[in-house]
């Protein structure tokens, strides 16, 4: 995917097969919407599972069953779970188009936004560095999809220099990571959803 895109950009580009069949999310406007979880392999053999959101008209023209080879583009989506159950920022990916068809597994995301949150800066037990980063990228009318990003080695370093504010544009891959949740003594199976940085350059705003 090209990175020169226009300001606050979010396009998304997977190619995977779907996991389970899909079943009703919510209705907005009078469209009803339907969610799925699609399965990415990555290079080293472990998958992605990214829950796709797909307006029912498109599903009718694209039927989606399990195992069904698909490519979905569309956009990186964020929203506040008030349930109290699973995680506090739940991430989708919005489907504007679906089409069957295999070919190799695809992941690939183009951002551009501003960075709400002031980077964090860490490093694993065995050294390696890490900078966490939250981007705020807006829609066409008002809101804003708010995107927790990872960037890892030298790539980090520089991420951890970034102020909020910042203008950034960077291309990635959406991944999905589970880990373990302890509540009350309870211990549960969660799994977060970020944008794993490949490329990232500062941008002023109001660039195109």
């Given at each position: 995917m090209d990175m020169q895109t226009g300001w606050n950009e979010n396009r998304a580009l997977l190619r995977?097969?779907?996991?389970?069949?899909?079943?009703?999310?919510?209705?907005?406007?009078?469209?009803?919407?339907?969610?799925?979880?699609?399965?990415?392999?990555?290079?080293?053999?472990?998958?992605?599972?990214?829950?796709?959101?797909?307006?029912?008209?498109?599903?009718?023209?694209?039927?989606?069953?399990?195992?069904?080879?698909?490519?979905?583009?569309?956009?990186?989506?964020?929203?506040?779970?008030?349930?109290?159950?699973?995680?506090?920022?739940?991430?989708?990916?919005?489907?504007r188009s679906l089409r069957k068809g295999?070919?190799?597994?695809?992941?690939?995301?183009?951002?551009?936004?501003?960075?709400?949150?002031?980077?964090?800066?860490?490093r694993t037990p065995l050294g390696r560095e890490i900078c966490d980063l939250m981007l705020a990228v807006n829609r066409r009318y008002g809101r804003a999809d708010y995107l927790p990003c990872i960037a890892w080695g030298g790539l980090a370093q520089r991420?951890?220099?970034?102020?909020?504010?910042?203008?950034?544009?960077?291309?990635?891959?959406?991944?999905s990571r589970s880990y373990t949740k302890v509540e009350d003594g309870v211990s549960q199976q969660r799994v977060a959803y970020e944008v794993s940085v490949m490329k990232l350059e500062p941008v002023e705003l109001g660039d195109t």
């Amino acid at each position: 995917m090209d990175m020169q895109t226009g300001w606050n950009e979010n396009r998304a580009l997977l190619r995977g097969v779907a996991a389970a069949a899909p079943t009703l999310s919510h209705e907005n406007h009078g469209v009803a919407y339907e969610t799925f979880p699609l399965s990415v392999l990555r290079l080293s053999g472990s998958e992605d599972r990214v829950n796709v959101i797909a307006a029912r008209p498109l599903l009718e023209q694209c039927p989606v069953a399990v195992g069904t080879p698909l490519e979905v583009e569309g956009e990186v989506r964020s929203f506040n779970n008030k349930s109290g159950r699973g995680s506090r920022l739940v991430i989708t990916l919005y489907a504007r188009s679906l089409r069957k068809g295999g070919g190799e597994p695809a992941n690939d995301l183009v951002l551009a936004g501003v960075l709400c949150k002031p980077p964090v800066f860490r490093r694993t037990p065995l050294g390696r560095e890490i900078c966490d980063l939250m981007l705020a990228v807006n829609r066409r009318y008002g809101r804003a999809d708010y995107l927790p990003c990872i960037a890892w080695g030298g790539l980090a370093q520089r991420c951890a220099g970034l102020e909020v504010g910042d203008g950034v544009r960077l291309a990635g891959r959406l991944q999905s990571r589970s880990y373990t949740k302890v509540e009350d003594g309870v211990s549960q199976q969660r799994v977060a959803y970020e944008v794993s940085v490949m490329k990232l350059e500062p941008v002023e705003l109001g660039d195109t």
